[in-house]
């Protein structure tokens, strides 16, 4: 069974920074993708940013040029650097394991963590 812990969530001012962690522990594959995405209450779950596990990376659009995804040279660890945060980035954010297995992909979630911006 995999499991995901976030850490670093809280609340900052406008034009901020913050810096999420999320540690992944059990069996999963080399092949894999760990990232994050963020829901508002009453909004569908959306894409913050990925990265694979051979380093290819996506953003949504909403926070390209703002935030970074990395692995932090481990294969088990993602963090996410948000810089010059806005109120609309306030969310509670999840980070997400997509492990690949016998060429199907399994989906993972930890319980998320909230981050809120204030104006």
């Known amino acids: 069974q995999v499991r995901l812990v976030e850490s670093g969530g809280g609340s900052v001012q406008f034009g901020e920074s913050l810096r999420l962690s999320c540690v992944a522990s059990g069996t999963f594959s080399r092949h894999n993708a760990m990232g994050w995405y963020r829901q508002v209450p009453g909004n569908p779950r959306e894409l913050v940013a990925t990265?694979?596990?051979?380093?290819?990376?996506t953003y949504g659009d909403s926070v390209k040029g703002r935030f970074t995804v990395s692995r932090d040279n481990a294969p088990n660890t993602v963090s996410l650097q948000m810089n010059s945060l806005k109120p609309e980035d306030t969310a509670v954010y999840f980070c997400?394991?997509?492990?690949?297995?016998?060429?199907?992909?399994?989906?993972?979630w930890g319980p998320g963590t909230q981050v809120t911006v204030s104006s």
């Open positions: 990265t694979t596990s051979r380093g290819e990376t």
């Open positions: 997400n394991l997509d492990d690949l297995v016998g060429g199907a992909w399994k989906n993972y």
